[in-house]
């Protein structure tokens, strides 16, 4: 098992920065990907970035130049730097992990329970 505890949520306006912490624990494997997704009232959750334990990013188009994620892996944490913040960024935060275990190529997926960032004036 796997556990994410998320931090970093608040209130903030737009153009301010938020930094989200994730910090992972429990039975994590070399093979990993870390990520944080995002969900809107009455919008299905999307993909923010990604980062693979080897230091790989990916974005949305809608977040690049304006987000950074990076990871400590001594420490299983998972940052996500948000600048430049615009209304339309409020959401539900979630952390992710994906882990694949030995030699299968099934995936397992772990949530945190999500952090409420909200850009408002």
């Known amino acids: 098992q796997v556990q994410l505890v998320e931090s970093g949520g608040g209130l903030v306006q737009p153009g301010g920065a938020l930094r989200l912490s994730c910090a992972a624990s429990?039975?994590?494997?070399?093979?990993?990907?870390m990520g944080w997704y995002r969900q809107a009232p009455g919008k299905q959750r999307e993909l923010v970035a990604t980062?693979?334990?080897?230091?790989?990013?990916n974005y949305a188009d809608s977040v690049k130049g304006r987000f950074t994620i990076s990871r400590d892996n001594a420490e299983n944490t998972v940052y996500l730097q948000m600048n430049s913040l615009k209304p339309e960024d409020t959401a539900v935060y979630y952390c992710?992990?994906?882990?694949?275990?030995?030699?299968?190529?099934?995936?397992?997926?772990?949530w945190g329970q999500g952090t409420q960032v909200t850009v408002s004036s």
């Open positions: 980062i693979t334990s080897g230091g790989r990013t």
């Open positions: 429990g039975s994590i494997f070399a093979n990993n990907v």
């Open positions: 992710n992990c994906k882990v694949w275990r030995g030699w299968s190529p099934t995936a397992y997926d772990y």
